[in-house]
Protein backbone atom coordinates (compact mmCIF):
# COMPACT_ATOMS: atom_id res chain seq x y z
CA UNK A 1 0.00 0.00 0.00
CA UNK A 2 1.57 3.27 -1.22
CA UNK A 3 0.62 6.52 0.55
CA UNK A 4 1.59 10.26 -1.36
CA UNK A 5 0.68 13.23 0.20
CA UNK A 6 -0.07 16.90 -1.97
CA UNK A 7 0.62 20.22 -0.44
CA UNK A 8 -0.13 23.35 -1.85
CA UNK A 9 3.00 25.43 -0.16
CA UNK A 10 6.39 24.23 0.52
CA UNK A 11 7.68 23.21 3.27
CA UNK A 12 4.87 20.42 3.96
CA UNK A 13 2.47 24.33 4.38
CA UNK A 14 -1.29 25.12 3.49
CA UNK A 15 -3.83 22.81 2.44
CA UNK A 16 -2.62 19.31 1.73
CA UNK A 17 -4.62 16.33 -0.05
CA UNK A 18 -3.69 12.19 0.68
CA UNK A 19 -3.98 9.76 -1.92
CA UNK A 20 -3.27 5.95 -1.52
CA UNK A 21 -4.05 4.95 -4.81
CA UNK A 22 -4.61 5.90 -8.60
CA UNK A 23 -6.23 9.17 -9.11
CA UNK A 24 -6.97 10.15 -12.40
CA UNK A 25 -7.85 14.08 -11.80
CA UNK A 26 -6.38 15.76 -8.74
CA UNK A 27 -7.85 19.30 -10.36
CA UNK A 28 -10.59 19.41 -8.06
CA UNK A 29 -8.59 18.41 -4.57
CA UNK A 30 -5.90 21.30 -5.10
CA UNK A 31 -5.20 24.12 -7.04
CA UNK A 32 -1.29 23.72 -6.79
CA UNK A 33 1.27 21.40 -5.22
CA UNK A 34 4.49 23.21 -3.85
CA UNK A 35 5.82 20.33 -1.93
CA UNK A 36 5.14 16.38 -1.76
CA UNK A 37 5.75 13.63 0.87
CA UNK A 38 5.64 10.02 -0.39
CA UNK A 39 5.42 7.91 3.01
CA UNK A 40 5.34 4.52 1.62
CA UNK A 41 5.29 2.90 -2.25
CA UNK A 42 6.40 4.53 -5.19
CA UNK A 43 3.84 6.89 -7.61
CA UNK A 44 3.80 9.05 -11.00
CA UNK A 45 2.68 12.17 -11.48
CA UNK A 46 1.56 14.09 -14.61
CA UNK A 47 0.65 17.47 -15.57
CA UNK A 48 -2.29 16.44 -17.30
CA UNK A 49 -5.30 14.77 -15.72
CA UNK A 50 -5.75 11.06 -17.36
CA UNK A 51 -2.47 10.15 -16.35
CA UNK A 52 -1.22 12.38 -19.63
CA UNK A 53 1.26 14.95 -20.05
CA UNK A 54 5.52 15.12 -18.53
CA UNK A 55 5.73 11.99 -15.95
CA UNK A 56 7.62 12.98 -12.41
CA UNK A 57 8.40 9.43 -10.50
CA UNK A 58 8.21 9.83 -6.87
CA UNK A 59 9.83 7.13 -4.05
CA UNK A 60 9.38 7.19 -0.85
CA UNK A 61 10.97 10.78 0.84
CA UNK A 62 9.99 14.46 1.33
CA UNK A 63 9.80 17.25 -1.79
CA UNK A 64 9.91 20.34 0.56
CA UNK A 65 10.27 22.22 -2.78
CA UNK A 66 9.38 19.61 -5.41
CA UNK A 67 9.41 22.32 -8.18
CA UNK A 68 12.90 23.51 -7.77
CA UNK A 69 14.29 19.89 -7.35
CA UNK A 70 12.23 18.12 -10.13
CA UNK A 71 12.21 21.05 -12.32
CA UNK A 72 8.38 20.98 -12.55
CA UNK A 73 5.97 23.12 -12.67
CA UNK A 74 3.09 23.50 -9.59
CA UNK A 75 0.23 21.67 -11.37
CA UNK A 76 -0.06 17.94 -10.45
CA UNK A 77 -3.30 16.58 -12.13
CA UNK A 78 -2.95 13.16 -12.21
CA UNK A 79 -1.08 10.37 -9.77
CA UNK A 80 -0.44 6.92 -10.58
CA UNK A 81 0.09 4.50 -7.68
CA UNK A 82 3.54 1.85 -8.68
CA UNK A 83 2.18 -1.52 -7.65
CA UNK A 84 4.69 -3.58 -5.69
CA UNK A 85 6.70 -6.55 -7.90
CA UNK A 86 7.99 -9.59 -6.46
CA UNK A 87 9.67 -11.91 -8.60
CA UNK A 88 11.38 -11.43 -12.02
CA UNK A 89 11.64 -8.67 -14.21
CA UNK A 90 11.62 -8.68 -18.04
CA UNK A 91 11.36 -6.04 -20.74
CA UNK A 92 11.95 -6.57 -25.11
CA UNK A 93 13.06 -3.90 -26.68
CA UNK A 94 12.47 -3.89 -30.56
CA UNK A 95 14.45 -1.98 -32.86
CA UNK A 96 10.86 -1.10 -35.12
CA UNK A 97 7.02 -0.51 -34.90
CA UNK A 98 4.79 -3.44 -33.76
CA UNK A 99 7.35 -5.91 -32.43
CA UNK A 100 9.02 -6.14 -35.08
CA UNK A 101 13.15 -6.25 -35.90
CA UNK A 102 15.80 -7.18 -33.95
CA UNK A 103 15.00 -7.60 -30.12
CA UNK A 104 17.09 -7.15 -27.13
CA UNK A 105 16.16 -8.27 -23.62
CA UNK A 106 16.53 -7.07 -20.00
CA UNK A 107 15.79 -8.63 -16.79
CA UNK A 108 17.72 -6.10 -14.94
CA UNK A 109 18.95 -2.39 -15.25
CA UNK A 110 20.67 -1.02 -17.72
CA UNK A 111 22.46 2.73 -17.28
CA UNK A 112 23.52 2.81 -20.53
CA UNK A 113 21.75 1.29 -23.59
CA UNK A 114 24.06 2.21 -26.07
CA UNK A 115 27.19 0.31 -24.41
CA UNK A 116 25.20 -2.41 -24.08
CA UNK A 117 23.28 -2.92 -27.20
CA UNK A 118 24.73 -0.52 -30.03
CA UNK A 119 21.65 0.92 -30.03
CA UNK A 120 19.52 3.73 -28.82
CA UNK A 121 16.37 3.91 -30.90
CA UNK A 122 13.50 1.21 -29.99
CA UNK A 123 10.44 1.53 -31.64
CA UNK A 124 8.14 -0.66 -29.33
CA UNK A 125 8.78 -2.59 -26.54
CA UNK A 126 7.08 -6.39 -24.39
CA UNK A 127 6.75 -5.49 -20.26
CA UNK A 128 6.37 -9.21 -20.00
CA UNK A 129 7.13 -9.02 -15.82
CA UNK A 130 7.59 -5.85 -13.28
CA UNK A 131 7.60 -2.15 -13.70
CA UNK A 132 10.07 -0.22 -15.44
CA UNK A 133 11.39 3.43 -15.69
CA UNK A 134 12.92 4.40 -19.51
CA UNK A 135 15.06 7.70 -19.68
CA UNK A 136 16.10 9.57 -22.48
CA UNK A 137 19.77 9.62 -21.87
CA UNK A 138 22.40 6.82 -20.34
CA UNK A 139 23.10 7.17 -16.54
CA UNK A 140 19.12 7.59 -15.62
CA UNK A 141 19.25 11.36 -16.75
CA UNK A 142 16.30 13.04 -18.30
CA UNK A 143 12.68 12.81 -19.56
CA UNK A 144 11.46 9.48 -18.36
CA UNK A 145 8.51 6.94 -18.89
CA UNK A 146 6.77 4.80 -16.60
CA UNK A 147 6.06 1.04 -18.40
CA UNK A 148 3.79 -1.50 -16.97
CA UNK A 149 3.19 -4.97 -18.09
CA UNK A 150 2.00 -4.93 -21.29
CA UNK A 151 2.62 -4.39 -24.99
CA UNK A 152 3.84 -0.81 -26.46
CA UNK A 153 3.39 -0.96 -30.37
CA UNK A 154 4.49 2.47 -30.40
CA UNK A 155 7.21 5.00 -28.37
CA UNK A 156 4.05 7.21 -28.39
CA UNK A 157 2.49 4.61 -26.28
CA UNK A 158 4.95 5.31 -23.41
CA UNK A 159 4.83 8.81 -23.50
CA UNK A 160 7.99 9.24 -25.73
CA UNK A 161 8.61 11.98 -27.84
CA UNK A 162 10.92 10.32 -30.02
CA UNK A 163 12.48 6.70 -29.94
CA UNK A 164 15.75 7.69 -28.58
CA UNK A 165 15.83 5.98 -25.00
CA UNK A 166 19.54 5.69 -22.90
CA UNK A 167 18.97 3.66 -19.67
CA UNK A 168 16.29 1.86 -18.17
CA UNK A 169 16.01 0.61 -14.39
CA UNK A 170 13.63 -1.42 -12.88
CA UNK A 171 11.06 0.01 -10.35
CA UNK A 172 11.16 -1.35 -7.06
CA UNK A 173 10.96 -0.40 -3.77
CA UNK A 174 13.95 -0.58 -1.51
Request: hydrophobic content about 30%.
Amino acid sequence: MGKIIFYEDRDFGGQHYECMSDCNDLHSMFDRCRSIRVESGMFMIYDRPGFMGTQYYMKRGEYSDYMGTAGMNDCVRSCRMIPMHSGDYKMRLYEHFDMGGQMMELTDNCPNLMDRFHKSNFNSCNVMDGHWLMHEQANYKGRHYYLRPGQYKSFNEWSGSNSRIGSIRRLMDL
